[in-house]
């Protein structure tokens, strides 16, 4: 059995079982009251006992794990009043990732991974227009039309809008309407770098979950200050991510440790303006991802910001201080104070607005999975730098890794802008009139299904999270997006 990890000291330790870091947790507080270095300190004692770790530094400051602390007055101060014995400053091993490819290694989707549920909150769609891309997507799907990239999505778009009349009576009506104004937003999706996120070779979830040659695991660290101007496409990547965790990891059931540990740094942002069909699904991630072995910490300044259903699923708080300046800020601190299992020696309402910086009420999980007593205590202080590396040094980092060289360079194979673009240079019309891809996804579908499924309806479609193809073997047929294996497909 793993050792528990201490987290904070009261007049005794505060400890984190291992065995029960899966069952999600939360971060919370408000600006400059510690959650940042509390985040930092969890990462370490995971990323110590072989946990892999993934992080979103929204704030640019996380990238100061990679190398060992040193010694000043605050974290002195803090070791000495703590009484923390044989403390050492050590790094964790770590690996840097960046959607814009500028502050880590590339991350890349395509986009028939990501999917019309994902990809239609990114661009803003309404319900409409939500149904015509499903409906493109299976277009393609149907007739063995790789989307990889943004141009292959918009060669698809267009050809789907070109030839709407061919299409109507086996997937219904397309409205032109919709059509443009999915090309509209999705070429400032591509101006925002939508160009560069979709692509291949696309992210291996599996380089995520890596540990070195001490058994450590690698914490990976996702460079988010530039993506964050962006929430939507923040939230939505990382709900992506976690989805894909989702779907590509065995079940694990009860065990030692987690697998990997996930922050998720402005939960808010995740929650905010999603439909309820995506909220539901949301939840559904959360409560179903920790029998894979996942842990998911949300970080948020406010436990308000996380809905009731998700919050409930949330075993392992560190609640720093809140502010109470307003109405509104007394019935967040009220709130936030029924949230813990009581102390009768701890007025828990009066002391979040009274915690030191560093200081939290932290309330863990015990062996039987009950939450524990809320203590007050002091969260201990970072073992590594606290704060940015330089350019240099990350750098050092990025190109040492062994990941450098497969990420690096981005591949563009033949996919639907390719195969579109010579049926009109051609002068092919519908598909109708190359029939040759329906051939392919036809075998392929038999091949990889066993049997035959109906055609769905758009909504049944979108209800599915689409059924879409990808790049291992040509229209090859898999129910993907959020949840998908859940809600009746699977991968196939």
Known sequence: MTEPMTIAKSSKDIVLLPQMA???????????????????????????????????????????ISRAGSSNPKVDGRIKQLQLKNFVFEDCPAAFWDVFGEQGHPVRATVSEMGPMLLSRLLNLNDTQSGVLTLVFKIADDNGLLLLDMKDLRSMVQHVGENAKDY????????????GAIQRNLLELEQQGGDIFFGEPALNLDDLIQTNSKGRG?????????????PKVYATFLLWLLS????????AGDIDKPKLVFFFDEAHLLFNDAPKALLEKIEQVIRLIRSK????????QNP???????LGQLGNRLQHALRAFTPKDQKAVKAAAETFRSNPDLKVEQVITELEIGEALVSFLDAKGSPGVVERAFVCPPRSQIGPVTEEQRKKIINESTVFAHYQKQI????????LKSRRENGAGSEEEAPQPKKKAAAA????????RRSDTIVESFAKSAVRSVGSQLGRSIVRGVLGSILGGGRR
Do not use: C, W
């Not at 600006?31 to 770790?53: C, M, W």
């Open 22 to 64: 899966n069952r999600h947790g939360l971060i919370a507080g408000a600006t400059g009251t510690g959650k940042t270095v509390s985040l930092q300190v969890l990462a370490e004692n995971f990323s110590r006992i072989g946990v892999p770790v993934f992080m979103a530094d929204v704030k640019g400051d996380l990238s100061g």
């Open 168 to 179: 109507t009576t086996e997937y219904g009506g397309v409205s032109t309407a919709s059509i």
């Open 218 to 230: 690698v914490v990976n660290i996702l460079a988010g200050a530039k993506l964050i101007n962006s």
């Open 244 to 251: 894909e965790l989702f779907e590509q990891l065995p079940e």
């Open 293 to 300: 072995g996942v842990g998911v910490y949300f970080i948020s």
């Open 304 to 310: 308000l910001d996380i809905p009731e259903n998700v």
């Open 412 to 419: 563009d194979r033949e996919s639907a802008y390719e195969i």
């Open 445 to 452: 579908k038999k091949k990889s299904a066993g049997s035959g």
